[in-house]
């Protein structure tokens, strides 16, 4: 047999099917890269970080024209031991960097040994995200200096992650160098590097350095900042998990309910603008520290933060005066993303080096939050036409397909968040989510957060005697106000009838006009819950300004009728689409057609957080949309009037009388500081 | 006459002699960019900033061919006539944005009004730098908000800046956007923008941003900061002038006198790194206050500073601990330049978003101030080997030609500088800094600073009555030691001879020892200045360290002569280069080959302050010099003790017995501390 004729052995890789022959003694991670198989490692190769784990098949695989004997890798290792010893590894798996290739072999790639790990699966039908982060923790093995040849600690540095991980031309980050010789020599010329590269090409630079290999986690916070609530999540880098969560009131409240509130504030009170920057500043690390002691780590583990917000709450963040963004032509100081350093934000409960990554307005009031819906829903990938609303304080409001997106936001107040309701409250244990009124009798069934019993249910009161039965959250208002008009209990215009026109002693008079009684607890010391003829006028409000902010970006594309409706939102994830279709928020559309998304918005600010490719995508897909601008809109004024009515006296969709079952998506946990209550406590 | 015969008329530029034909009505600046001709604007051509100021030539030009008749520009405008009423504009000058073309015409562009301005003439027969600073002034129209084609007023200031100044894709700069928005309306959608842009191609920064056009000016500072004098030079960013210089101590000094014992306080002093970084940022922002408060204008018109330092000093301004660089192998953190934001430097005193410009570190021993004295004196660019010396309490010595460059440091300590000797003060009014000794009767006279006149000339006395006659400064110890020794006071081991052996009652007996009585002026109430044996010991200490390193190089490349030498620092401009020789503080070379460079380690910082090329250029230079440490090179011991005589029993340069008049090279105002003073009182 000529010598020619004896092969190298066949390495190939599941799921990827990539093969390749390899010399044997070719560690299996070095067969990867050549072949350019998606298998990971933070330790170069060293058998420090085990995430380099795959799985060798055994046996005959006639698919892939292969026997794999026995020794077909090289046998198992004293660093494998070890690793097994201190950290577990499963059956059957070996180290990537320690298995030499021996014979011909099949490798399987778990998921979790996969660099671009596909982590944000948003729903069943939409596509994944794969991890590919700003900032990454990587292994080093620097050259010690040499006064012959001399060069800086630093320069050593950014050869090794040069050379070792392809990062080139490395710049410090602030607070480096000051720390860089104690920790190369702590770890005895290895250390454990947190590097960045944003998605523009510019330099990469060195957040922080630990010395030898460094254990801890690589975090960085996706945070929603609200008007009403701001929602933090706390997001491995490395996996894309979300390790921790937590929302908390936004703390500009006191300086008015709504966004033109906070910016007449800025107007009418010199350094007011500065005192709203300052509490919500503060919000924010108190929301990272929070989030930070929940995952069990410390703030200066958080590297990277990506913020979503409408373009009010950018400026205030950003320190801007947002009195432009009070009156026409809304000027943004700037709408493209922006890339930052924590502390110029003042964010010093995350790492001193940290960066922070704001997502692009799109216009004076269609803001970073639309930009990250978009992100999350994608309606520029769209076949149908799709409408999504994220319903919040400020509603952001995208329509459009492949075709064209269009925008706009509208102020449609905090109602739908459960304030300005007589018996309003936060999504908590005890709030009233679900109501049902009987159509004959008038009587109501309701559920409350924290129970899946109906309160008609044998052992409800048992159930509920915890939390008791506090009042009424966004969701549980509008199913009362959709239900009362559905029973009967009240005209078109939204007037609540009396007891003698609606024949129920529950509609009882209160000044001039009447209230429907939810609940009365008052006999085990709870309170009366009421719906007020003020709560339905309220939700009207509410309901026509996002009604009509719709039908305005339908008549700019000249339709009448949406394929599809996304309902989004923290707080929108909760809103039964039946209900919101029966009171008139959204346009009509096949109750089959409207989803929910959940937190859109957080779930883009989390997609920019995993993903630079996203930042790259989103910062095109903004350009491209266009904006309408309710505000000096007369046809929004119309829409706006026209809205007022509650259109559909008769259940519209009787076959489908069970609100829908939403899909959890993950992100949602925590939510708005209420809905993170919720979601937990069903977790 | 065919039509096609009528040709445009005929624009010659001098002295650049560029030529073209353009249509009548085109203003000189448009036909001046048209042709590449160097005519600076900071308006854009509107009349404001007079900055393309032109002189038209009327009569016959044989030389250009052309006769240029009274009406070959357009007329005088009214544009013109206010900036001349308002500002004043030199008689036949006219606004190249202003005058048209009307017929043939010769064009002179003077020099103030070409844009690389030739600034930092280093020496009759060096290079000239040209203006081509980092940071810029431009005037710019921008675009009002549009609601209906939204965009932050930050994407239109960029996108006037890319339309009209083709600076692409510029970016805010830390503080601007918070004041963006007003700025922009008080100018009336104008406004004079700093930008700064790299030398690497770094996105471009807006600075700063000021509402219409803006005439103050835009500044930056040249740093020197040695171990024993910090000297900042405020330069005008546009013009390259020096406005105004200053000196001061380096507060350090009371942590330790030399590098090392300010490295061992360090070592020993828990904290002492820091107290040493915080006491020399305090004194950057003094003399950053007292450049500004001298040109009359304020600290936030200060944009830009170029910092040159030896190791330590760098690592101490950086905040890192020095203490690696005290003991082998003398690593440095970080050997390249550094672009950093002044506030990371606590440089408040400068503007909010001012920029710093570290040049690169050759080696644990040779800093950024050998870069910049190689910078100023190109070695690399010598045909002939060239030796500089650049004397202060650490001496960078580098010595090379074209083919290679080699450099080392040299500790010679504070004594060149006037500290550690008797009667040694800071060059001020009233230091003695020239002495001549005569040969038969031992009796001296000399000269101090404040006055033109020798001790024996008459009217010494009322001319030096207001000073006094204080001390001895740098410049006047080395002579008054190579003149002890040419007139048989000091044996070649530097001994001083007793009243007996020298014949003369000056010399006194003190201690065990002998000092020599330069002055006596305590009958006026003045001191009695002495040379005693321990101020000889120190200079031979200085000087033997100053020749070894020299010398060493010398080794390196297997030489025993150099061509020429240049004695550098601020406090090497001012050494007598015959004294020099004669004391052996360098290796014998024709004297008439013996020059000065001034500060070049400040005319270094000066052309990297003013000129981003250079900056490019000594990055490039400084990866290519040879470094040789002392430190750890026996050979230096070697020479080190060989170099302890004082060579010269007779002047060798009989011939030359007056000191060499050094040029004045325009950056040598302030020097080091004293030298500031002494400059001053000479300009």
């Known amino acids: 047999m000529p010598a020619d004729a004896i092969q190298d052995p066949l390495v190939i890789f599941t799921p990827s099917g990539k093969r390749g022959r390899f010399p044997a003694g070719t560690p299996v991670l070095s067969a990867a890269r050549a072949l350019g198989v998606d298998l990971d490692s933070v330790c170069g190769g060293r058998g420090i970080c085990s995430k380099c784990q795959i799985t060798p098949g055994y046996g005959d695989f006639p698919k892939h024209g292969v026997s794999v004997g026995p020794d077909a890798l090289s046998p198992w290792n004293a660093v494998e031991q070890r690793y097994k010893d201190k950290r577990g590894l499963t059956e059957g798996r070996r180290l990537g960097c320690q298995a030499c290739v021996a014979g011909d072999v099949v490798i399987d790639v778990p998921p979790e040994s996969q660099v671009h790990k596909q982590v944000i699966r948003k729903s069943a039908d939409a596509r994944a995200v794969a991890m590919d982060p700003a900032t990454r923790r990587v292994y080093v093995e620097v050259a010690e200096p040499d006064m012959h040849e001399p060069s800086g600690d630093f320069q050593r540095l950014a050869a090794a992650l040069a050379a070792q991980w392809g990062i080139a031309g490395a710049e410090p980050g602030p607070g480096l160098l000051p720390r860089l010789q104690g920790v190369l020599r702590k770890g005895g010329w290895t250390a454990t590097a947190i590097v960045h590269a944003d998605h523009r090409g510019g330099a990469p630079r060195v957040l922080d350095l630990r010395p030898g290999f460094d254990e801890g986690g690589v975090y960085g916070l996706a945070i929603d900042l609200g008007s009403t609530t701001i929602a933090a999540h706390l997001v491995d880098l490395e996996t894309g998990a979300v390790r921790a969560s937590a929302g908390v009131m936004n703390p500009q409240i006191r300086f008015g309910e709504d966004l033109m509130s906070r910016v007449s504030y800025a107007m009418m009170n010199p350094g007011g603008d500065a005192e709203m920057t300052a509490v919500v500043r503060a919000a924010l690390n108190d929301l990272a520290r929070a989030v930070a002691a929940e995952a069990q780590t410390e703030g200066a583990r958080i590297y990277e933060a990506v913020i979503v917000c409408n373009p009010v709450m950018h400026h205030l963040l950003l320190g801007i005066d947002p009195v432009e963004l009070g009156q026409a032509p809304f000027a943004l100081a700037t709408s493209e993303s922006l890339s930052l350093d924590a502390r110029d934000l003042g964010l010093s409960a995350l790492n001193a080096a940290a960066r922070v990554y704001l997502l692009p307005c799109i216009a004076g009031h269609v803001g970073a939050d639309a930009a990250a819906v978009a992100l999350a829903e994608e309606p520029d990938q769209s076949d149908d036409l799709v409408l999504i609303v994220d319903v919040g304080t400020n509603a952001e409001i995208l329509l459009g397909s492949r075709a064209r997106v269009l925008a706009c936001s509208s102020p449609t107040g905090p109602a739908f968040e459960g304030a300005q309701i007589s018996s309003g409250q936060r999504a908590a244990p005890g709030a009233i ?74 509609c009882i008079p209160e000044g001039r006009t009447h209230a429907y009684l939810l609940h009365d607890g008052s006999a085990e010391g709870g309170p009366r819950i009421l719906v007020t003829q003020g709560d339905i006028r309220a939700i009207q409000l509410a309901k026509s300004a996002l009604y009509a902010g719709a039908r305005l970006l339908m008549d700019e594309l000249g339709i009448d009728r949406v394929d599809r409706v996304v309902l989004a939102g923290a707080f929108g994830a909760h809103i039964s689409p039946r209900h919101a279709m029966v009171l008139g928020m959204i346009p009509d559309a096949p109750l089959a057609q409207v989803t929910s998304a959940g937190n859109a918005a957080g779930t883009g600010a989390r997609i920019a957080l995993c993903s630079r490719a996203a930042r790259s995508r989103i910062e095109g897909v903004v350009g491209r949309i266009h904006k309408v601008e309710t505000a000096i809109e007369p046809r929004f004024q119309e829409h706006f009037v026209n809205a007022n009515a509650i259109p559909h006296a008769v259940d519209p969709f009787p076959e489908l009388a069970r609100v829908v079952t939403l899909p959890d998506v993950g992100f949602n946990t925590g939510g708005s500081g209420g809905e993170g209550g919720r979601r937990r406590r069903r977790g």
Do not use: H, N, Y
């Open 433 to 506: 989510e679900r109501v049902e009124i009987d159509a004959a009798t008038k009587e109501p069934r309701f559920r409350v957060i924290g129970c899946d019993l109906w309160s008609d249910d044998p052992g409800f009161a048992a159930a509920t005697a915890a939390s008791g039965i506090t009042g009424i959250c966004g969701s549980g208002i509008i199913e009362a106000v959709a239900e009362m008009r559905m029973s009967g209990l009240l005209d078109p215009s939204g007037l609540i009838g009396s007891a003698e026109q609606t024949g129920t002693a529950r």
